[in-house]
């Protein structure tokens, strides 16, 4: 800082600045009120269709999410002024006062030039005579004593003015287009934060021998405390770099290496696995011209071997490692799939040999407890995109090996992942626990991601936009596959979660391929009217979809995934149709017991096949019982906000999924909430089994309990509507379910639908 800067400082610009600031932090309060309560909350509850469902209203989602970015990027800048100014001023205060007080003991405080200064004795010669030397002057030890405290102020009033550039360059660094989330309080917050992040750097680049237990829960904590944080994991990932990144953990999660850490620490690894790869992630999404070089750097990097100790483990293996949690950049991912993805065909020779198997002395690259032993990069990865659906849809529907030479059509990344890949044996890291399936259930979860348009394991909002082209033709691809060999599936059951919640997020698909009308003919028009889909459609044949629905069945959770699901877009199919305002030219049918049959069939054949699922999975020496498939049915009543009839919206967008956040439409008191209601109690009573035992036919015991289920489902739209024919709406949807649920079974035993009219 100089010296005649901070004595003769003006700070009326810098008022005016703060002054500013606070002007638009308030403005900013109201637009971003406007842009939540009258844009999105708006757009919510339009009925987009075709290009508006898919693009308008998920833009409008995140331009109202910008808002709030801009209020919060606005506040943390007029915090960080403020905090600045008010120590500036402080410092000039000391300053002044301290020049002040020298005058008074004839010191003079000169201006030097380049923003230095001298003090001086200002005493008269003849002072100096005094043998006490306190005749009015100033002594040696005055002139040191006073430089030293305006050095000090100078110096302090430096480290304000020089974090205050640091983390105000950091904050309008970290978004190329848009604005920062970074909200910090207090200029001191950033500033820590930035120097936290310099100082878990410099203890992960140690060399590992010089790397102790103390360091360890050091840098442990601090990547704990701070992965959130963009600053932080910014600074932290550019200062580590990617090299040091790989060599880091290549060394820390290896016994051989870091014996002491690992014999002392072993439980914690997996925390500091978690914490680093939150940290990465968090600073993947940094648009700063560093992260930009990180992250290509990273990617050219990751196919040598990491310099590791011991060496002989690709980049790859270790980063895969390091996105097994947090959200990492799209772009990011994107590239450092279609790099791996290179390596993989280049290792298995175009997939014909099986690579990155672990040997018995390789180390565990992946600590995350009870996980896979890490060495197989794609199981990481897949981890990682699993989390990142924007990414995960482009991976699949890219080529692994492109058409040409001896490839007459080219394999992509879904195909050779699901139907080809010799997956590499794998122990779990926890050795107790045998082998592990985490690869494949990872690609499930990846696949899951990939089609749904939200992480895996997650309930879509009201904002996840509906169904693209890319991750509607990749759902087609997974039924088609199944469909072909349902093997694929039932061989490796543990992927059924993620298959049940997919194909709960695509009924409306799934039911429209249970028509058996030609997409070409005329009468398809009354189909897209019955199950209206605002996004695109998958376009999935009813075969494939029988046998992938009856092998999800085989598993509780996917069962009860679609078999909830089901219920739920049955009974809000019937609200929608019976409604007497629909529009006439919205109508399916002008015959009101034609739709309601037509529903009811529908739905009642999707039950049937997932019921015959069940019963196949239930007769199977080690299968599941009937108790499991209960409690997982009674689990989806957690995982949908707790609560009964929250899981559809309203009007036409309700139908291109029955799963939407809780906010919109389908309290209690709806068609929905009595079904699920119902489904919920009698899987927590064990009604189906029960029954089944009584009527000594578990397929008779779930045809009755399909029926009372939609005819629950039609009756209560009935009365919401006070439709006189309520009885005879019952009555019909019972007929329609009772047709459905039989033709299900003839299907799957490659009978004409409508064969048979009795069980």
């Given at each position: 800082?100089?010296?005649n800067?901070l004595?003769?400082?003006?700070?009326?610009?810098?008022?005016?600045?703060?002054s500013?600031?606070s002007?638009?932090?308030d403005?900013?309060v109201?637009?971003?009120?406007?842009?939540?309560?009258?844009?999105?909350?708006?757009?919510?509850?339009a009925d987009?269709?075709?290009v508006?469902?898919?693009v308008?209203?998920?833009?409008?989602?995140?331009?109202?999410?910008?808002?709030g970015?801009?209020?919060?990027?606005?506040?943390?800048?007029?915090?960080?002024?403020?905090?600045?100014?008010?120590?500036?001023?402080?410092?000039h205060?000391?300053?002044t006062?301290?020049?002040?007080?020298?005058?008074q003991?004839?010191?003079?405080?000169?201006?030097?030039?380049d923003?230095?200064?001298?003090?001086?004795s200002?005493?008269?010669?003849?002072?100096?005579s005094?043998?006490?030397?306190?005749?009015?002057?100033?002594?040696?030890?005055?002139?040191?004593?006073?430089?030293?405290e305006i050095?000090g102020?100078?110096?302090?009033a430096?480290?304000?003015?020089?974090?205050?550039?640091?983390?105000?360059?950091a904050?309008?660094?970290?978004?190329?287009?848009?604005?920062s989330?970074?909200?910090?309080e207090?200029?001191?917050?950033?500033?820590?934060a930035v120097?936290?992040?310099?100082?878990?750097?410099?203890?992960a680049k140690?060399?590992?021998?010089?790397?102790?237990?103390?360091?360890?829960?050091?840098l442990?904590?601090?990547?704990?405390?701070?992965?959130?944080?963009?600053?932080f994991?910014e600074?932290?990932?550019?200062d580590?770099?990617p090299?040091?990144?790989?060599?880091?953990w290549a060394?820390?999660?290896?016994?051989?290496?870091?014996?002491?850490?690992?014999?002392e620490?072993?439980?914690?690894?997996?925390?500091?696995?978690?914490?680093?790869?939150?940290?990465?992630?968090?600073?993947?999404?940094?648009?700063t011209?560093?992260?930009?070089?990180?992250?290509?750097?990273?990617?050219d990097?990751?196919?040598?071997?990491?310099?590791?100790k011991?060496?002989?483990?690709?980049?790859?293996?270790?980063?895969s490692?390091?996105?097994?949690?947090?959200?990492?950049?799209?772009?990011f991912m994107?590239?450092?799939g279609?790099?791996?993805?290179?390596?993989?065909?280049?290792l298995t020779?175009d997939?014909?040999h099986?690579a990155?198997?672990r040997?018995?002395?390789?180390?565990?690259?992946?600590?995350?407890?009870?996980?896979?032993?890490?060495?197989?990069?794609?199981?990481?990865?897949?981890?990682g995109?699993s989390?990142?659906?924007?990414?995960?849809?482009?991976?699949?529907?890219?080529?692994?090996?492109?058409?040409?030479?001896?490839?007459?059509k080219a394999v992509?990344?879904?195909?050779?992942?699901?139907?080809?890949?010799?997956?590499?044996?794998?122990s779990n890291?926890?050795?107790?626990?045998?082998?592990?399936?985490d690869?494949?259930n990872?690609?499930a979860?990846?696949?899951?991601?990939?089609?749904?348009?939200?992480?895996?394991?997650?309930?879509?909002?009201?904002?996840?936009?509906?169904?693209?082209?890319e991750?509607?033709a990749?759902?087609?691809?997974?039924?088609?596959?199944?469909?072909?060999?349902?093997?694929?599936l039932?061989?490796?059951?543990?992927?059924?979660d993620s298959?049940?919640?997919?194909?709960?997020?695509?009924?409306?698909?799934?039911n429209?391929?249970?028509?058996?009308?030609?997409?070409?003919?005329?009468?398809w028009?009354?189909?897209?009217?019955?199950?209206?889909?605002?996004?695109a459609?998958?376009?999935?044949?009813?075969?494939?979809?029988?046998?992938?629905?009856?092998?999800?069945?085989?598993n509780?959770?996917?069962?009860?995934?679609?078999?909830?699901?089901?219920?739920?877009?049955?009974?809000?199919?019937?609200e929608?149709?019976?409604?007497?305002?629909?529009p006439?030219?919205?109508?399916f049918s002008?015959?009101?017991?034609?739709?309601?049959?037509y529903?009811?069939?529908r739905s009642?054949?999707?039950?049937?096949?997932?019921?015959?699922?069940r019963q196949?999975?239930i007769?199977?020496?080690a299968?599941?019982s009937?108790?499991?498939?209960?409690?997982?049915?009674?689990?989806?009543?957690?995982?949908?906000?707790?609560?009964v009839?929250?899981?559809?919206?309203?009007?036409?967008?309700?139908?291109?999924?029955?799963?939407?956040?809780?906010?919109v439409?389908?309290?209690?008191?709806?068609a929905?909430?009595?079904?699920?209601?119902?489904?919920?109690?009698d899987?927590?009573?064990?009604?189906?089994?029960k029954?089944?035992?009584?009527?000594?036919?578990r397929?008779?015991?779930?045809l009755?309990?399909?029926?009372?289920?939609v005819?629950?489902g039609?009756?209560?739209?009935?009365k919401?509507?006070?439709?006189?024919?309520a009885?005879d709406?019952?009555t019909?949807?019972?007929?329609?379910?009772?047709q459905?649920?039989?033709?299900?079974?003839?299907?799957l035993q490659?009978?004409?639908?409508?064969?048979?009219?009795?069980?």
């Open positions: 800082m100089d010296f800067a004595y003769h400082a003006n700070f009326k610009l810098l008022d005016d600045a703060v500013d600031w002007t638009l932090v403005h900013l109201d637009l971003k009120k406007d842009a939540e309560d009258g844009l999105h909350k708006v757009a919510l509850k987009w269709v075709g508006n469902a898919q308008s209203k998920q833009f409008i989602g995140k331009t109202a999410g910008e808002f970015d801009a209020h919060t990027q606005a506040t943390t800048i007029r915090n960080i002024l403020r905090d600045t100014r008010n120590e500036l001023k402080a410092f205060q000391q300053l006062g301290a020049v002040a007080r020298g005058e003991k004839n010191l003079t405080v000169i201006n030097s030039g923003g230095k200064f001298t003090v001086m200002s005493t008269r010669p003849d002072w100096s005094d043998p006490s030397g306190k005749t009015g002057g100033a002594d040696q030890k005055d002139v040191d004593a006073l430089r030293d050095q102020i100078l110096s302090r430096t480290e304000s003015d020089n974090s205050a550039k640091t983390v105000l360059m904050l309008v660094d970290q978004a190329r287009m848009g604005f989330d970074a909200r910090y207090d200029r001191d917050a950033a500033a820590t120097k936290e992040a310099d100082e878990m750097a410099a203890l140690k060399d590992p021998d010089d790397l102790s237990v103390k360091d360890f829960d050091r442990n904590a601090g990547l704990k405390k701070y992965h959130d944080d963009p600053l994991s600074r932290f990932a550019k580590l770099g090299e040091k990144t790989l060599s880091f060394n820390v999660s290896d016994s051989q290496v870091s014996p002491d850490i690992n014999r620490r072993r439980e914690q690894l997996g925390d500091l696995q978690k914490n680093l790869s939150l940290t990465l992630a968090s600073a993947s999404r940094s648009d011209a560093d992260m930009t070089e990180w992250k290509r750097h990273m990617v990097i990751s196919g040598q071997d990491v310099g590791g011991r060496g002989g483990i690709f980049g790859y293996q270790v980063m490692n390091l996105m097994r949690v947090g959200d990492y950049d799209d772009d994107k590239q450092y279609k790099s791996l993805m290179e390596k993989e065909r280049q020779h997939g014909d099986t990155w198997q040997m018995g002395f390789s180390p565990y690259l992946n600590r995350m407890k009870g996980g896979d032993s890490g060495f197989d990069p794609l199981s990481g990865y897949l981890q995109l989390h990142n659906p924007g990414a995960a849809t482009d991976f699949f529907n890219d080529d692994f090996i492109p058409k040409d030479g001896d490839h007459k992509s990344n879904f195909k050779y992942l699901f139907e080809d890949r010799e997956w590499p044996h794998e890291n926890d050795l107790s626990r045998g082998e592990s399936d690869g494949r990872n690609l979860a990846a696949l899951e991601a990939a089609t749904t348009g939200h992480p895996a394991g997650e309930i879509p909002t009201q904002d996840t936009a509906p169904h693209s082209k991750q509607a990749l759902f087609n691809a997974i039924v088609s596959s199944v469909g072909d060999d349902p093997e694929r039932t061989e490796h059951g543990f992927m059924s298959m049940g919640q997919m194909a709960a997020e695509y009924l409306p698909d799934i429209r391929a249970t028509t058996d009308v030609s997409r070409d003919s005329d009468d028009k009354q189909i897209e009217k019955l199950y209206p889909i605002a996004g459609d998958a376009g999935v044949h009813h075969r494939d979809v029988s046998k992938f629905l009856f092998a999800v069945g085989q509780p959770t996917g069962y009860a995934a679609v078999e909830v699901g089901q219920q739920a877009y049955m009974s809000k199919l019937m929608y149709h019976l409604d007497p305002d629909l006439a030219d919205e109508r002008q015959d009101q017991e034609t739709t309601v049959k529903i009811a069939q009642g054949e999707v039950s049937g096949v997932l019921g015959l699922g196949e999975e007769a199977k020496p299968g599941d009937d108790h499991d498939y209960d409690y997982s049915v009674s689990q989806r009543k957690n995982l949908i906000s707790g609560g009839g929250t899981v559809v919206g309203v009007g036409t967008s309700f139908i291109a999924t029955p799963w939407v956040g809780a906010a439409g389908g309290g209690a008191g709806t929905t909430s009595a079904v699920l209601e119902y489904i919920y109690k899987a927590e009573g064990h009604a189906l089994e029954a089944a035992d009584e009527m000594g036919s397929w008779q015991a779930g009755e309990k399909n029926n009372e289920y005819a629950l039609a009756q209560e739209a009935a919401r509507y006070h439709l006189a024919n009885d709406i019952g019909w949807s019972r007929e329609g379910a009772r459905g649920y039989i033709n299900a079974n003839d299907i490659g009978q004409a639908p409508g064969s048979r009219t009795t069980s």
